[in-house]
Nanobody, 125 residues
């Protein structure tokens, strides 16, 4: 069974950092792209970042570019999203999702077949 588990959310002050993790099982992890989406209160889910199966191939939304960093450890079947210089507008539930090989741009929810349960990030003083 293909499964994704997102973790690492929490409460952080503006300017702070968090590292989210997305752990995977049930498929050949190295062959799959992993994306992060987020849904802020009252808003639609939006694509944040994606890392493909091709080494070095990543994508970021304009709103997080330069502040967030995505990486993967295929030996651990895990993708990380480092969130730095956090802002109150980054408050959202963050979801990871997967599809084979590449990260299409722009990111759209229906491009991804399997989703994790989400982890809440709250940026507040």
């Amino acid at each position: 069974e293909v499964q994704l588990q997102a973790s690492g959310g929490g409460l952080v002050q503006p300017g702070g950092s968090l590292r989210l993790s997305c752990s995977a099982s049930g498929f050949i992890f190295a062959d799959y792209a992993i994306a992060w989406f987020r849904r802020a209160p009252g808003q639609e889910r939006e694509g944040v970042s994606c890392i493909s199966s091709i080494p070095g191939s990543t994508w970021y939304s304009d709103s997080v570019k330069g502040r967030f960093t995505i990486s993967r450890d295929n030996a651990k079947n895990t993708v990380y999203l480092q969130l730095d210089s956090l802002k109150p507008e980054d408050t959202a539930i963050y979801y990871c999702a997967t599809r084979r090989f590449i990260c299409p741009s722009p990111m759209k929810e229906d491009q991804y077949s399997t989703w994790g349960q989400g982890t809440l990030v709250t940026v507040s003083s």
